[in-house]
């Protein structure tokens, strides 16, 4: 291919959405990613578009903020939303897809468009031109030190912890049953827990050896700054949850609200959700628990879950990395960077949490970067759509304490008219966001 228009670096979620944008815009694009000949420790293949924990990607329903959001991206022509879609494994009001067939599809599409040049490769600097960077939460350690170099701000670090995986075939389904929150729909396997079961569990949780943290931060690659210990409050270890309370967990992710087994008829005190992580139904992962404990004290924990006594574990829990820059200081509301005009950053990198929401940056990194290669002004969606409002918070977030953002409906302006129910209230947001969204496409007239 000849020079490219447009390089973007990390073929993850953000990076094939940004360059599949802009190569959709006309645009001649180089997409960089170092795997497989350099891994990040949590990605196992070499597929683009890995997701590298949970394969659910939250709400459908627009009356929610992840499914507002996703209603968004639909309009807007997301490839990886269309991908997904048609990758999808039964979740409820959920979409959850096959995270194998998923990254195949997303792969064989780009690698089929004709303006797209996939190169494996470890991007080490800044690039130059115009430029998307979406190497995501685990960059490598001489890219995010070149990152640091050229914000000239430090990067702030936390850590996250992804859940086990057990087989389908590994649960005793004598004891677990099938159901949904709510009733509507069979998609969960839920093993119940009595009281004295659920503080025995609270009370192993709590007491369980963990990975020590310095072993893990060894794993940190050398010159990146590892801050103090801090978790995402999203992505809280189960045994912190734990530790905060002997409620807690049973107020959490345990909560049995809306369980009830259907052979008894009765609510249990506390219920361990499994979510079904691929199409055959072969896996499941444990919802709420994703962990730092030590392999074998995950083993022995999590098999007193009554149904999981035998389970079999395909992946453990474990901790790992976030990377991502002080986005107030670094970045415009167009996912410019403010150093730097021709240079664009999409994907966790940003501050912007989720799945979909690191999608949905890189959809409107690689539609600025078309506008900027064509001499036209970049665009900010409307406050009032999930995306507009999530760019306009971490672009203008207090630079002290600034943390990374998921898509929620308390970043949007506040509503005329508030109606009282959270579901109403929901819908109300989601028909001004999107009809915010056709009046500025419509006046945008942008291809
Ligand atoms: C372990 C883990 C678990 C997570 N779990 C969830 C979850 O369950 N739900 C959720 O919503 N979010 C989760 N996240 C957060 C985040 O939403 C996902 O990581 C998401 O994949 C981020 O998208 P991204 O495109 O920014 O980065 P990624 O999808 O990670 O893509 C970045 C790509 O860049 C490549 N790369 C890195 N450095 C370079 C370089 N120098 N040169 C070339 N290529 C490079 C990487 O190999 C990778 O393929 C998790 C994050 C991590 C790390």
């Not at 430029?131 to 702030?156: K, V």
């Not at 969960?188 to 072993?215: K, M």
Request: net charge neutral; charged share 20%.
């Amino acid at each position: 291919m000849p020079e490219p228009d447009l390089t973007v670096v990390g073929g993850g979620l953000a990076g094939c959405e940004a360059a599949w944008q802009a190569a959709e815009r006309g645009l001649r694009v180089r997409l960089f990613e170092m795997r497989p000949t350099r891994s990040t420790g949590a990605h196992t293949g070499d597929r683009l578009a890995e997701l590298v924990c949970s394969n659910s990607l939250g709400s459908l329903q627009t009356n929610r903020a992840g499914g507002m959001l996703k209603a968004e991206l639909e309009r807007l022509g997301s490839l990886l939303l269309e991908v997904a879609v048609e990758s999808a494994v039964p979740a409820g009001a959920a979409l959850a897809v096959d995270r194998q067939v998923f990254a195949q599809a997303v792969t064989d599409r780009l690698a089929a468009h004709p303006r797209i040049e996939i190169v494996r490769e470890e991007v080490t600097g800044v690039p130059r031109g115009l430029a998307i960077l979406a190497s995501g939460p685990l960059t490598s350690p001489a890219l995010a030190q070149a990152l640091a170099a050229f914000t000239g701000t430090d990067h702030l670090y936390f850590f996250d912890a992804i859940a086990p995986i057990v087989s389908a075939d590994s649960v005793d389904m004598r004891i677990a049953f099938r159901q949904s929150r709510g009733g509507e729909a069979d998609d969960y396997l839920n093993c119940p827990l009595d009281r004295g079961q659920y503080q025995a569990l609270v009370w192993a949780l709590r007491s369980a050896e963990r990975t020590p943290l310095r072993e893990f931060e060894q794993t940190i690659a050398q010159g990146v700054r590892a801050g103090a210990a801090a978790f995402f409050e999203g992505c809280l270890p189960v045994e912190i949850i734990a530790e905060r309370g002997a409620q807690t967990l049973a107020y959490g992710p345990l909560r049995p609200v809306g369980l009830n087994d259907p052979r008894t008829g009765l609510r249990a005190h506390a219920v361990v959700q499994l979510r079904q992580e691929d199409r055959h139904a072969t896996l499941y992962n444990l919802v709420g628990f994703q962990t730092n404990l030590r392999v074998d004290e995950q083993q022995r924990v999590f098999r007193m879950i009554p149904g999981l006594e035998r389970a079999h574990f395909v992946r453990y829990g474990q901790m790992h990395r976030n990377t991502f820059v002080n986005a107030p200081r670094v970045l415009l509301p167009t996912l410019q960077t403010r150093a730097r005009a021709d240079l664009l950053l999409a994907g966790q990198i940003t501050g912007v949490e989720g799945y979909m929401g690191n999608v949905a940056t890189g959809l409107l990194a690689g539609w600025n970067a078309a506008r900027l290669a064509r001499g036209r002004a970049p665009l900010c969606l409307p406050a009032t759509t999930i995306l507009g409002a999530l760019c306009g918070y971490i672009a203008t977030a207090e630079e002290k304490h600034f943390q990374p953002m998921k898509s929620n409906f308390g970043i949007l302006p506040p509503l005329e008219a508030r109606p009282r129910g959270r579901l109403e209230r929901g819908q109300a947001y989601a028909d001004r966001g999107l009809r915010d969204l056709e009046a500025f496409l419509a006046a945008a007239k942008d291809d």
